[in-house]
């Protein structure tokens, strides 16, 4: 790992360790150990709506009960508890809908915890099924592969730019760069910086903050995620439980073939 990286790496640590140190924090206790984790502060409806599940135990004795390498782990479902091996679980229920909360900020890192749903083809509006959770295990990608993803984005949105602003004044530019290079040169420069504020304003670019691209890089995440569903909390300790879950064997409709209990969920 590169100095400045490493060095980024650790003070992301240390803020996660600050975060449980002022928070409340969320104690998830499994059969493959305890993860710690902390609420968001700005998706209240799904804050106040996991805090009253946890209050009144309803992920107690239930099943993290599907496993995909190197994305999630999922588990809370009230079919799940006391479920006979092999059995099908997982499907959730409608009395705990809520409006999704997306929030740019929180991006699937690993050990980020969020809300499954039904896909858009039966839930348009992207409504959270609060009766169970996941948790993202993801994967680690390169710097290269970051850069490669904001210019496939990026792209055709400069071009689209350029050709709006710059392409009507081409001829007057290349008359311009023949007779006064230097003004030439002033005046391409300011395009190129009214370019790049554009396309910063943009909803539509794409542009990793350096604390995605430490986590993305170090401890990984799932970038098909974000956006997609609403992230509520993420685990500041015992990312190694969410491995360990991660790695076990499973059936062909993604269940663990060795149960991990949820043994309790509380706020502390």
Same mark, same amino acid.
């Given at each position: 790992m590169k100095p400045i990286r490493h060095l980024l790496f650790c003070l992301v640590l240390i803020s996660w360790q600050l975060k449980a140190q002022k928070q409340d924090t969320i104690y998830i206790t499994t059969s493959l150990g305890t993860m710690k984790a902390v609420f968001y502060d700005? +998706?209240?409806?799904?804050?106040?709506m996991y805090t009253e599940r946890i209050k009144y135990e309803a992920f107690d004795g239930t099943l993290f009960f599907r496993v995909v390498p190197n994305f999630i782990i999922q588990g #809370?479902?009230?079919?799940?508890?006391?479920? @006979?091996? #092999?059995?099908? +679980? #997982?499907? #959730?229920?409608? =009395? !705990? &809908?809520?409006?999704?909360? !997306?929030?740019?900020?929180? !991006?699937a890192r690993k050990g980020a915890i969020a809300a499954p749903r039904q896909?858009?083809?039966m839930n348009p509006e992207k409504e959270s099924d609060c009766s169970q959770f996941f948790i993202v295990k993801g994967r680690v990608y390169t710097g290269g592969y970051l850069d490669s993803l904001e210019m496939?984005?990026?792209?055709?949105?400069?071009?689209?730019?350029?050709?709006a602003n %710059?392409?009507?004044?081409?001829? *007057?530019m290349d008359s311009l760069r023949k007779v006064d290079p230097?003004? !030439?040169? =002033?005046?391409?420069?300011? %395009?190129? @910086? *009214?370019?790049?504020? @554009? &396309?910063r304003n943009n909803p539509q670019a794409l542009f990793f903050s350096e604390e995605q691209r430490t986590i993305l890089t170090t401890l990984g995440g799932e970038l098909s995620l974000d956006m997609q569903y609403t992230f509520f909390a993420e685990v500041v300790e015992? &990312? *190694? +439980?969410?491995?360990?879950?991660?790695?076990?064997?499973?059936?062909? %409709?993604?269940?663990?073939?060795?149960?991990?209990?949820?043994?309790? +969920?509380?706020?502390?």
């Open positions: 700005d +998706v209240p409806r799904h804050r106040s #809370g479902s009230p079919d799940s508890r006391n479920a @006979a091996p #092999g059995e099908r +679980v #997982g499907q #959730g229920s409608n =009395q !705990f &809908l809520l409006k999704p909360e !997306f929030r740019p900020a929180h !991006f896909p858009d083809s496939q984005r990026n792209n055709p949105l400069k071009n689209a730019w350029w050709a %710059y392409t009507p004044h081409k001829a *007057e230097r003004q !030439f040169n =002033q005046r391409l420069r300011a %395009y190129r @910086a *009214e370019m790049d504020s @554009a &396309l015992g &990312l *190694e +439980v969410i491995d360990k879950i991660a790695a076990l064997k499973t059936d062909a %409709y993604e269940r663990p073939l060795q149960d991990v209990v949820i043994h309790s +969920v509380r706020i502390k």
